[in-house]
């Protein structure tokens, strides 16, 4: 600012009350644009004594007196004077000392700024005063509390203009009108060019020893901007560029009928520093009437991981340190269980604030809702922000990325308080030019030629382009002071990457800085910050410090990063520290770990997926119409196995393969026999794999076998034996082994397929059978292959007995009809069916079901038999190895899908001729022991 005072300068005062602060932030935006467009000597500076970035601290209750003595220009010591009124004339002046020539007193502030800066315009035809006033009638409730002092004061306003109506008196004068504040804009704009340009003689001013000496002075001191962090009400003197964006706010939150209002835009936008140093300032320094009482209060949902009522009695804790101290989770509590009770938090929050006053929520950064907070919490806080905004002394502010916009319509209650959202696009050229040059020159600095040019096109529109510049700028900032220099040079600029590679200069040159180990835990910084969506969206998270407790290497990439303001660290006493990316442009701009997080991005992407599935299937009543396929679950399988991410109870339950949620529902008793089935054959479609189903690498059958035994019934029977009734004779029978499942279609079809199988003749030895029946085998009805063979004779059973022991190296056998009926809980645990004495509908395949054919094993495992075999009631009668009534027939126990229930009790009997070959007849095995295993 070293030319500053060669300028000539036009001084514009902006006068007005409180209720038309938009239009005070319109004519500091038209000054800026008109600015860019003046010879280089000559400058406009607007003056206006409610300005933040005024050089001395701004007080609402600003004196003239005070404004002067603090070295303020005066109204009529500058150029041109805008007079803005609309409903009120303002706050009064101290009559005891501010008079008018005439004796009487000034109607409030504004009129005596208007007063003075018009008695030396009509002596001196300067400065120019141009008056406007809105005509468009504010509206008033009649139970408003300052019912009266609005009457009061549209009063006085009345009486202002008043005088404008005696065209002969001493006040007579004009004055421009306008509807509202989107007219005034291009009126004003039109009146002050056509002022400047005609008067330039006038009103250009040499700049005063006073100017010159306040010029060399900068009016910020440090970087004059933020870097990857946002803009905090602080920064409010250095935060340029969206005056337009802010009165388009300030005017959205004036209408009544709009309490929440959402900031929607892409990453790195610039969505959290318009609100917190522009639109908050705004609104603390009266821009709506009453706002100055406001109280407000930030979080973000995903601020404490998981608990956003949390993060929001936290905020109200830190928001004003008046207020008595309160317990964070007790609160927090409390909201969770009654997420309607708003007034919890607006009585805490609003206990000192005057009666109208109003709490204003900003709840930063609400795609957290998906990202980042616990599914069982999701629901409870949009019920929150559904009932905080029909509470009067309620509004919340909200900000989001606008890649999360489809996720929040998809839920009604976001979706209807939407409709009022606010777009937020790139700043333009011009912006970014007011965004560069307006912090310089208020922290001292120069910048080098056309440099600011070549920044803003190297800057582009581009989501995330903004955050880039902004970075850059504060490292050229840091440069510059570290070189001596007060010039934003374009070496400087150079040498760090321009703005589209100075975070990837900046971290590319600390990880170069930092050992082998520690650069090794990149990846699992990578796999912990950055998250993706279900649609492939990369955006950052927060992580736990702790993750990271038991890898030194990863701790000291962690520390150095922050020290670079790359990362940010955060937590307090009551909070679990944590660690995120200081912006999420770190995440797109540094190659290195874009590739990290791209070489991973489908399984992220799946990932999410999963959850967002997973939350569904628990919504749903953990349904099988919302878990994934198999083929989508063997994905999921891969995935989890190369991510290894931490998953919660419902992730893990839905994470299981789909042959395990299946085999759930068959322990369901409300699931019918038709699921039943259809389960059955989708299990064989995934390739059943339980054990006792299928077969060996070889070819041989893979059985598993439950052994049986029972205590001896009487002191006669044989040592290590029990007597079971078979009629009315008492049999005796030792412990022995049997398969859990009637031998499958796909054992069977091992046997007949095999070299050595059903047509070796060795087989078949002692076997009444002809040769063909040696050679055909029965045809399979339901060839599915783990449904039980089924059309098999008693001599094909005994034959592959005996190819069944030559291959699994031990005797294996049909079982005696006796030992079938122990193995099904006959006599020992007097049973009429394997369950219990009564018969139950859903727990066996029989004629009872309706299916009318066999289905898979196993399905009924409510209905197995005390030893734990399955299927011994229904499905396929299943031969023995005892002899039949009849010469040449066996008999067969347990009933099949053909025949009724009846037929399928423990103790009923049915024999069969040995070569007979039955769609509804098939077998199981049995051993006498087992060998070493």
């Not at 995903?302 to 905020?315: N, Y």
């Not at 990271?548 to 670079?564: E, G, H, K, P, Y």
């Not at 049986?708 to 029978?733: C, F, L, N, R, W």
Request: glycine letters at 6%; a negative charge; hydrophobic letters at 40%.
């Amino acid at each position: 600012m070293k030319n500053l005072p060669k300028k000539r300068t036009i001084r514009i005062f902006i006068s007005s009350p409180g209720d038309v602060g938009e239009e005070r932030s319109i004519v500091r935006r038209v000054i800026e644009r008109i600015s860019e467009d003046l010879p280089g000597n000559c400058v406009l500076i607007p003056v206006d004594w409610t300005d933040r970035r005024a050089r001395t601290a701004f007080l609402a209750t600003l004196t003239p007196q005070q404004a002067i003595e603090r070295g303020l220009p005066a109204p009529d010591k500058c150029s041109i004077v805008v007079v803005i009124l609309w409903s009120r004339m303002g706050t009064p002046l101290d009559s005891a000392v501010y008079r008018k020539p005439d004796g009487n007193a000034y109607l409030s502030g504004t009129e005596y700024e208007y007063e003075i800066a018009a008695a030396r315009a009509r002596a001196y035809s300067r400065p120019r005063v141009l008056i406007f006033r809105r005509t468009k009638a504010p509206s008033v409730a009649l139970d408003d509390p300052l019912y009266e002092d609005k009457g009061r004061q549209w009063n006085l306003l009345k009486k202002f203009f008043a005088r404008f109506e005696k065209p002969d008196g001493p006040w007579s004068g004009s004055y421009e009108s306008y509807a509202t504040p989107g007219e005034f804009e291009p009126l004003v704009e039109a009146l002050l060019r056509k002022e400047i340009k005609g008067n330039q003689g006038i009103l250009l001013e040499e700049p005063d020893a006073e100017e010159v000496a306040a010029a060399s002075q900068p009016l910020w001191h440090g970087s004059p901007f933020p870097g990857l962090r946002a803009f905090q009400p602080m920064d409010a003197p250095i935060f340029f560029g969206r005056d337009r964006e802010i009165a388009q706010l300030i005017a959205q939150l004036r209408a009544t009928d709009i309490r929440f209002l959402a900031i929607v835009g892409a990453s790195g936008s610039g969505k959290s520093s318009l609100v917190h140093a522009g639109l908050i300032p705004r609104l603390m320094e009266n821009a709506i009437p009453g706002s100055s009482d406001w109280r407000w209060a930030w979080f973000t949902p995903g601020g404490l991981p998981g608990e956003p009522f949390l993060a929001l009695a936290s905020s109200l804790a830190e928001a004003d340190e008046d207020l008595p101290a309160i317990d964070p989770a007790e609160m927090a509590t409390k909201l969770l269980r009654d997420p309607s009770n708003t007034g919890l938090i607006s009585d805490f929050a609003l206990q000192k604030a005057p009666a109208a006053a109003e709490l204003l929520l900003v709840i930063d950064q609400l795609e957290e809702l998906f990202t980042l907070v616990a599914p069982e919490r999701r629901e409870p806080l949009i019920e929150f922000i559904d009932h905080a905004v029909k509470n009067p002394r309620f509004r919340i502010v909200t900000t989001f990325r606008a890649d999360f916009y489809h996720r929040c319509i998809e839920i009604p209650k976001l979706a209807q308080l939407l409709r009022a959202a606010f777009p937020l696009t790139a700043p333009d050229v011009v912006t970014l030019h007011s965004m560069i040059r307006r912090p310089a020159e208020y922290a001292g600095l120069e910048i080098e030629g056309d440099l600011a040019q070549r920044i803003v096109e190297d800057t582009g529109t581009h989501p995330g382009a903004l955050a880039l510049m902004a970075y850059l700028l504060d490292e050229l900032y840091r440069e510059t002071v570290k070189s001596g220099s007060r010039t934003l040079s374009y070496a400087a600029y150079e040498a760090l990457g321009r703005v589209q590679g100075a975070i990837a200069h900046r971290a590319e040159t600390i990880f170069a800085q930092l050992d082998r180990e520690a650069q090794e835990a990149l990846p699992l910084l990578a796999s912990e910050l950055a998250q993706v969506d279900d649609r492939g969206a990369v955006s950052r998270q927060k992580a736990p410090l702790k993750t990271f407790a038991r890898n030194a290497a990863a701790s000291r990439l962690i520390d150095d990063l922050t020290r670079s303001r790359l990362l940010v660290q955060f937590g307090s006493e009551t909070e679990e520290p944590m660690v995120e990316v200081a912006h999420e442009a770190l995440l797109r701009s540094w190659d290195r770990l874009d590739l990290l997080i791209r070489a991973t991005l489908e399984d992220r992407r799946l990932l999410a997926q999963m959850r967002s599935a997973a939350i569904q299937w628990e919504q749903h009543g953990k349904s099988t119409e919302f878990l994934w396929t198999h083929e989508r679950s063997v994905e999921m399988e891969r995935m989890l196995a190369r991510l290894h991410p931490t998953l919660d109870t419902i992730e893990q339950e839905f994470g299981r393969p789909e042959s395990a949620h299946l085999l759930d529902q068959l322990l369901r008793p409300q699931t019918i026999h038709d699921d039943r089935a259809r389960i059955g054959d989708r299990l064989d479609e995934l390739g059943d794999a339980r054990p006792g189903i299928g077969v060996l690498r070889d070819g041989s059958p893979l059985l598993d076998w439950v052994r049986v035994e029972a205590k001896p019934t009487s002191s006669y029977a044989p040592p290590d034996s029990v007597s079971v009734m078979i009629g009315h004779t008492p049999v005796p029978v030792r412990p022995f082994y049997m398969a859990r499942y009637p031998i499958t279609y796909a054992q069977y079809l091992a046997f007949i397929e095999a070299s050595d199988g059903f047509r070796y003749s060795r087989w078949w030895n002692g076997l009444e059978v002809t040769d063909h029946q040696r050679l055909n085998p029965g045809v399979q009805a339901r060839k599915i292959r783990n449904h039980p063979a089924e059309n098999v004779s008693w001599y094909d059973a005994v034959a592959a007995c005996r190819w069944i022991s030559a291959r699994l190296g031990f005797e294996v056998r049909l079982p005696e009809e006796a030992e079938w009926q122990l193995a099904a809980g006959a006599n020992q645990y007097n049973l009429v069916y394997p369950w219990g004495k009564l018969w139950r509908p859903g727990f066996a395949n029989t004629s009872a079901s309706g299916l009318n054919r066999t289905i898979a094993c196993g399905m009924y495992p409510q209905g197995a038999a005390p030893c734990a075999a399955l299927d011994m009631c229904g499905n396929v009668y299943e031969w023995t190895a005892t002899p039949g009534y009849e010469p040449g027939k066996k008999m067969v126990r347990g009933g099949s899908w053909y025949h009724a229930p009846g037929e399928a009790s423990v103790a009923a009997r049915q024999n069969f001729f040995a070569y007979e070959r039955q769609p509804y007849c098939g077998f199981r095995v049995a051993c006498t022991s087992l060998p070493h295993r």
